[in-house]
């Protein structure tokens, strides 16, 4: 049996994509800082679902333990067939005040620990003609963000790495989808301290269940882009035709509290 490996599978979109995976019978590869958290998920997959479950406790943004994410599958033969770079967080606050070692290590997580797990896993799906690879990127990536300016940067990167890498691999039996949510149910609004912020205060947001049962099937498609609900797609695409400076003053009305 195949393996997904997922990483920020302890809360939010990354637990819910951990459950579609199991649902449709593939063991699972669960990666986050929080061990306990996810030794308690893969005790309930594993009761529900009857796959087999790995845990690997790892901060993503020490590049010693992003290999050894790697390291792990490959000693244990796993055959990973799916690899879902979900881990990543954003941080409110203007630039030029953001706390530099959030921002670091949000730079760490968001696009360096995506783009080695990325890079070290597309090797073996190459050789084995088979492979799927889904970045989570958000609806962030479609313009600039004022007040949350790192977050935005980052998510464009995936974005557009995810693009290109998925132009070169057509003919390769690997396909990379960028998964796009809008603003989602989950521990991140917390974790970025922008609960208060008009784009999401007083609106009904989807689940974290929504989102990946969404993404999950984006990627079995092999979707390069896939951004979830009709309301995101109109604005991340509508983003296009609207002088850039402009988009960029509604986001900062939109962001602010
Ligand atoms: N929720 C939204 O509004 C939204 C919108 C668009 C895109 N996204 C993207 O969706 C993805 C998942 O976010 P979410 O909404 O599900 O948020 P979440 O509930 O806060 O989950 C984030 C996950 O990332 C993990 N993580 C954070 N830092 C890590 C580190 N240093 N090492 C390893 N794992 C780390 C967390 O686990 P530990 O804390 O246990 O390490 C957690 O499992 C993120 O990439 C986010 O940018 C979210």
Not at 16 to 38: P, S
Not at 128 to 139: D, H, P
Not at 164 to 178: I, P, R, S, W, Y
Not at 245 to 255: D, G, H, W, Y
Request: net charge positive; hydrophobic share 40%; proline share 2%.
């Amino acid at each position: 049996m195949t393996t997904a490996v997922i990483t920020g599978a302890s809360s939010g979109i990354g637990l819910e994509l951990a459950k579609q995976f199991a649902k449709h019978k593939h063991n699972v590869t669960l990666v986050a800082r929080r061990e306990d958290v996810l030794n308690k998920l893969a005790d309930e997959i594993k009761e529900k679902y009857k796959v087999q479950v790995h845990v690997l406790a790892k901060d993503l943004s020490d590049a010693k333990q992003v290999d050894e994410v790697y390291e792990f599958t490959t000693l244990h033969n796993l055959q990973v067939k799916y690899l879902v770079n979900n881990a990543g967080f954003g941080d409110y606050a203007f630039f030029n005040t953001a706390n530099w070692e959030k921002l670091s290590g949000m730079i760490d997580v968001n696009i360096k620990a995506l783009t080695r797990l990325s890079w070290l896993y597309v090797k073996d799906m190459i050789k084995n003609e088979r492979g799927k690879i889904m970045n989570v990127a958000s609806t962030a990536a479609f313009q600039p963000g004022p007040l949350m300016a790192v977050y935005f940067a980052t998510k464009s990167y995936v974005l557009s790495l995810s693009e290109a890498m998925a132009n070169e691999l057509e003919d390769k039996g690997v396909t990379v989808t960028a998964l796009c949510p809008g603003p989602t149910q989950s521990e991140f609004l917390k974790v970025a301290d922008m609960h208060n912020s008009k784009m999401i205060k007083d609106r009904k947001l989807p689940s974290s269940k929504d989102v990946a049962a969404y993404g999950y099937k984006a990627m079995m498609k092999g979707k390069n882009v896939a951004i979830q609900g009709t309301m995101n797609y109109i604005m991340a695409q509508g983003a296009r035709f609207v002088p850039r400076n402009t988009i960029t003053k509604l986001v900062r009305v939109m962001q602010e509290k």
